[in-house]
């Protein structure tokens, strides 16, 4: 049994960086095989907003427009990375990552492994 396991969220301020983690307890991610492993948050008294994607075989990688250029999506043989460059207070979030066979990544619907979160707050 995959368990996806989020870290690496924490209070900043804007314009600072943060670096997120998506690993597994349990069996590897490698051993689930996804498709996509995504990146998700939601804002206080928001839905869930795609962020980022990243094949796990292979490197095609895909990003909200909000975020290109700032985030950058990651991954080595066991954990996916979200580096989050220039946060702006209106990314305060619970940030999930997220693996699955998508047919579209941005739909949080289609994937069935999640994270517990990871709180994100920018603030000065």
């Known amino acids: 049994q995959v368990q996806l396991v989020d870290s690496g969220g924490g209070l900043v301020q804007p314009g600072d960086s943060l670096r997120l983690s998506c690993s597994s307890s349990?069996?590897?991610?490698?051993?689930?095989?996804?498709?996509?492993l995504s990146w998700f948050r939601q804002g206080p008294g928001k839905g869930r907003e795609f962020v980022a994607m990243?094949?796990?075989?292979?490197?095609t990688t895909d990003y909200a427009p909000s975020v290109k250029g700032r985030f950058t999506i990651s991954k080595d043989s066991a954990t996916v990375y979200l580096q989050l460059d220039s946060l702006k207070p209106s990314e305060k979030a619970v940030y999930y990552c997220?693996?699955?066979?998508?047919?579209?990544?941005?739909?949080?619907?289609?994937?069935?492994?999640w994270g517990q979160g990871t709180q994100v707050t920018v603030s000065s």
């Open positions: 997220a693996a699955g066979w998508p047919t579209l990544w941005g739909n949080p619907d289609e994937y069935p492994y």
């Open positions: 349990g069996s590897t991610i490698t051993t689930l095989d996804p498709a996509a």
């Open positions: 990243i094949r796990w075989s292979g490197s």
